[in-house]
């Protein structure tokens, strides 16, 4: 199975959200980096069917899915940005519901209902309305429902939001299972999301993708240029301010170890590092504003 | 396609702020029609005193059954002379017309009254002669007569300023033509009220449009859109359940506002006049060629239909709007402006096609829309007009949502 993004474009009035992106997508899971902005919600929303693109196309296998329509949403499950729900619902009504909108007959629908909100620790509120649920509860319960229907291709943007650390590793579990020759994109601005569970990493910047491949192969980018040094810890907040600094960390004694992406010897006694996702992820946005514009 | 309509009803049903408007315009009506009762008053033609409340109902239903009866042309003559009678002798009796119906049976006795101001108040006297005295010289049978009261109607426009055509004069009096000649007469209380509170339905209708306002565009409001529509059945079986849905609950809804409309009529003025023409209920002058029966399930029918013409907007609007706010404030923008619009002579007949203001003169007034030579009378147009926005708005509404576009 090939999704293909051919130079797929959205404009919404005079700005460019995805410019011209092109990309053959093959199944394991790829992480989609980008700053907030950056254009990552707006493909997924392409690549679900939710949005039509104002350039370009998407094909699956050589097929353009706009042509594909109820044979490709068949395929994807979703899990949208600011995932809505009915406050008036169970966990299991609502379950039971996309269950019915993807195709499953009421005793199907209902097993794997129960199913995905065992996988998702959710089964014993699953008669809880939808609207006394926690934020991690409720993410869940999105996680869960595009599940449901074991898709293909499954669309997740920003899944992690709201989860506690325990609630992370059990969703990174998750997909790493269900992963197995199936496409799951997954966006995030969190680098530890993708860190541990994709094959492929896509960075995205206004709009583009900037960089791409294993996260071996995207570290490696960033190799030399990430730094440490120890200093004084009332000189290291200062010193932090006027470079690109990963990190500040404070010892007992008094000192602090600082952390520094830079293309050069940042000062005397730093040296170079093993750099990590994080690393590159701000070497690649340390022009940008929180938008992902430089 | 079963389960998809049981959760969009469900959803349907959620709607606080809709489930509140409908139940509170079945209870307003309740209320309206409770004090209407408590309120009525009339003289009673058995004592001359005046009675209150369930006592006024009881005689003005023992006046209005004592003029049961074919009205053909020796009963009219013989109402005509009754009423000529009472009218003379009240001329001769020097100082009787300042006197209050109290004072003149305390000074006259009951006979008298009932010889006198009993004939010249009682509405069915009124109404008898008044007709006959439309054709000059007075007419001798009551068919001439409503045809000269139609006529003179006619020549004087609608409300006095939308002149009739050729062709609306002809539709008319084609059906008055069609009446069925001599009228019968008699009680038709239960039917009678049920029929006058139709044009609340029209409060129904803005009631059901607050309801059914998130149907689309909650799905946007909540951001869930974006979750059902990548589905496999969210771009094209998912519209069709939620408009199935929604007018399944209009359905629901309809039936159980008209069932109490009429039960709680009928219960308190009982069950009598059903098959009376419908002449008897809005006066002597109403062309339609109905009973008292057809009528009620006509306007049934034909509120229906334009409660479902006003979904379909509401459906449109959904389908098209992010916000629910505008959805449910411009049915009921329609809904208001019609009935101020009827204050307002030269847009009358604009107004009256707008749901309160159009089934409240539906089979009641003579308003009609012309063509060149092709009229229709108000509940046509009414029922024309609701019909295509319903055929016209429901696939825009289904194609508007499967089309939405979650940017």
Redesign the interface.
């Known amino acids: 199975m090939e999704l293909t993004l051919d130079r797929l474009t959205k404009q ?1 009035g005079a700005r460019i959200a995805v410019d011209r992106v092109s990309v053959t997508l093959t199944p394991g899971v790829i992480g989609l980096l980008g700053a907030n902005g950056a254009g990552k919600t707006t493909l997924m ?1 392409m690549v ?5 693109p104002t350039g370009g196309q998407i094909l699956l296998d050589g097929s353009d899915v706009a042509d594909m ?2 044979e490709y ?2 395929l ?1 499950g ?1 899990l ?1 940005q ?8 169970t966990a299991l ?1 609502f379950m ?3 269950a ?4 499953f007959g ?1 005793r199907d629908g209902r097993e794997r209902s129960m199913q995905l909100l065992e996988e998702v620790g959710l089964v014993d509120d699953a008669r809880r309305k939808v609207k006394t649920y926690s934020g991690g509860m409720k993410q869940r319960l ?1 996680i869960a ?1 595009a599940m449901i ?1 074991d898709p293909q291709i499954l669309v997740l943007d920003e899944p992690t939001a709201g989860l506690d650390p325990k609630e992370r590793v059990r969703f990174r579990n998750l997909i790493a299972s269900f992963a197995q020759d199936k496409i799951v994109i997954l966006s995030t601005h969190i680098v530890s999301d993708v860190e541990f569970i994709a094959n492929r990493i896509l960075v995205m910047r206004q709009g583009s993708f900037v960089m791409g491949g294993s996260l071996e192969q995207l570290v490696a980018r960033a190799a030399g240029k990430v730094w440490e040094f120890h200093t004084d810890a009332r000189r290291a907040d200062a010193m932090a301010a006027c470079m690109s600094a990963a990190n500040v960390r404070h010892a007992s004694d008094g000192s602090a170890v600082v952390r520094v992406i830079a293309g050069e010897r940042p000062t005397e006694g730093a040296v170079t590092v093993e750099p990590t996702l994080e690393d590159l992820y701000l070497l690649v946005f340390s022009d940008a504003t929180t938008d992902g514009r430089a | 396609m079963g389960t998809l309509v049981r959760f969009e009803l469900k959803k349907i049903l959620s709607n606080k702020a809709g489930m509140v408007a409908c139940a509170l315009v079945l209870v307003m009506l309740v209320a309206v029609a409770t004090l209407n009762l408590l309120t009525m008053d009339t003289v009673d033609g058995a004592t001359g005193n005046l009675v209150h409340g369930f006592e006024a109902q009881q005689a003005y239903r023992q006046m209005q059954e004592s003029h049961a009866g074919t009205l053909d042309n020796s009963r009219t003559a013989e109402d005509v002379a009754a009423f000529d009678h009472a009218d003379q002798l009240s001329k001769d009796t020097r100082g009787l017309s300042g006197l209050s119906s109290q004072e003149i049976t305390e000074r006259y006795g009951l006979p008298f009254w009932q010889e006198t101001r009993g004939i010249l108040e009682d509405s069915y006297y009124r109404e008898v002669v008044g007709t006959l005295d439309s054709a000059s010289p007075r007419a001798t049978s009551l068919e001439g007569g409503v045809k000269a009261r139609v006529d003179g109607l006619l020549e004087s426009g609608f409300w006095g300023y939308h002149p009739y055509t050729d062709a609306e004069k002809a539709y008319w009096r084609s059906l008055v033509d069609d009446i069925a000649w001599p009228l019968e007469w008699g009680y038709d209380g239960g039917w009678h009220y049920a029929l006058t509170w139709k044009g609340f339905s029209g409060l129904a209708i803005v009631a059901l449009c607050v309801a059914l306002s998130g149907v689309f565009a909650g799905e946007y409001r909540d951001r869930t859109v974006a979750v059902v529509l990548p589905t496999r059945r969210g771009k094209k079986a998912l519209p069709i359940a939620k408009t199935i849905a929604a007018f399944l609950f209009t359905t629901g809804y309809w039936c159980v506002l008209a069932t109490a409309i009429i039960a709680m009529h009928v219960g308190i003025y009982g069950t009598a006049g059903w098959g009376m023409p419908l002449q008897v209920t809005f006066g002597l002058d109403n062309p339609y060629p109905l009973t008292v029966g057809q009528a009620v399930v006509a306007s049934c029918g034909l509120g229906y239909l334009v409660a479902l013409g006003m979904v379909a907007l509401t459906l449109l609007l959904s389908s098209r709007l992010r916000s629910t706010m505008p959805v449910a404030v411009i049915p009921m923008v329609i809904v208001f402006l019609g009935i101020i619009g009827l204050f307002s002579t030269p847009l009358a007949k604009i107004a009256l096609l707008t749901p309160f203001s159009g089934l409240s003169y539906a089979f009641d007034a003579m308003v009609s829309y012309a063509i060149g030579p092709f009229v229709v009378g108000l509940p046509m147009a009414l029922a024309a007009l609701y019909g295509i926005m319903l055929v016209a708005f429901v696939p825009f509404a289904v194609h508007s949502f499967g089309k939405h576009q979650v940017a």
Do not use: E, H
């Not at chain 1, 679900?48 to 039509?52: A, G, H, I, Q």
């Not at chain 1, 019915?100 to 195709?103: A, C, D, Q, R, V």
């Open positions: 919404f929303r679900c069917d939710v949005l039509r329509g109820v949403r068949s994807l979703y949208p600011d995932f809505g729900y009915y406050p008036d619902f009504d039971l519901y996309m019915t909108l993807k195709g009421k999105g429902q229907n």
